[in-house]
């Protein structure tokens, strides 16, 4: 055991935590940061890495969910577009611009004049202006734009931009910026049990590392950890478990510079350029089992690959493709 984990540990134990946050991954990271910096003392365990979970496993994506606008939830996208410019300004090395292009096909859900006035007022959501101005483009330039695209019954496509990410480093500089305002921070800790006593938790953990059982004390536990969220005792929360996977290939293999979304009725899935490769995905499936050890499907492959076959059809993408 590190001398730094080590002290964690017995700073855990040595007094009563105003907040113990259960769950080290973007949310958890995000409440004891922000516990910390208004002075509470705060304890932020997980029982396996930080960002283990879904936190190491998106999209790579910050965006406002600009799909989200033809739902009319107007202010679920302003608060995401402002909190991405906002990470823009504070931490460019988490918010790297990146263009997105939607192309636009007859008879499809989306309507490609929707998605042009959308992608104007998706601008103004980011709290009066994106990274770029928005833009739209006819069937010539669109397919110009993104050579190999499926051309037929091409009506135009909306360009916008939001950013790429590197989900893990965003949790751990979270962490990082919780812990030098003072929250202590242990990975491989586990959350076991609780019991109120008076005013306070009575916890009962376990570090995985030693084996060893620790006893803290809290005035409030908060549940952080997102698709263990109902398995935590005392939990409450109901969960309906999706599974989204996401398919990695050469960007020789789809030489793409922007990110393009593209659709399966009223499904999206993206082409998000990454350094060497490119990112495909992602699907979205009910799920019931191990949330430790997932894995791609089959037939969660075969049907990203299919869907970037109908967008791209010269790419002729096999899973002899997939890194």
């Excluded at 536990?221 to 990695?248: C, D, F, M, Q, Y």
């Amino acid at each position: 055991m590190s001398a730094t984990r080590s002290t964690a540990i017995q700073n855990l134990t040595s007094d009563v935590l105003d907040i113990l946050v259960v769950g080290g991954g973007v949310v958890g990271s995000g409440i004891a940061r922000d516990a910390a910096m208004r002075g509470l003392r705060v304890g932020a365990i997980d029982q396996f890495d930080f960002a283990f979970g879904t936190s190491s496993r998106s999209s790579r994506l910050l965006h406002g969910g600009i799909r989200y606008l033809a739902q009319g939830k107007i202010g679920l996208v302003r608060q995401a577009s402002v909190e991405k410019m906002t990470l823009g300004k504070i931490a460019p090395h988490l918010a790297q611009p990146l263009p997105f292009n939607f192309p636009c096909y007859r008879g499809s859900a989306y309507p490609c004049w929707q998605l042009k006035i959308g992608v104007r007022v998706y601008d103004l959501l980011c709290g009066g202006g994106n990274f770029q101005r928005s833009s739209g483009m006819n069937p010539r330039e669109t397919a110009a734009h993104l050579p190999g695209l499926n051309e037929k019954d091409l009506i135009g496509s909306a360009r916008y931009f939001d950013a790429l990410t590197n989900d893990a480093r965003m949790v751990m500089d979270t962490m990082h910026s919780a812990a030098k305002h003072g929250a202590i921070c242990a990975n491989y800790v586990q959350f076991k049990n609780a019991q109120r006593e008076g005013d306070v938790w009575s916890c009962e953990l376990q570090d995985g590392v030693s084996g060893a059982a620790l006893k803290i004390k809290a005035r409030a536990v908060v549940n952080a950890t997102g698709p263990w969220a109902n398995s935590v005792p005392h939990s409450e929360v109901k969960l309906r478990l999706t599974k989204g996977i996401h398919v990695v290939i050469d960007k020789e293999r789809l030489p793409m510079t922007e990110a393009v979304v593209m659709t399966e009725g009223v499904r999206v899935l993206f082409v998000i350029p990454w350094g060497e490769r490119i990112i495909l995905g992602t699907t979205d499936t009910d799920y019931s089992g191990s949330r430790e050890k997932l894995f791609a499907e089959p037939k969660e492959i075969d049907y990203v690959l299919s869907v970037t076959n109908q967008f791209f059809p010269k790419a002729k993408l096999t899973n002899m493709d997939i890194i």
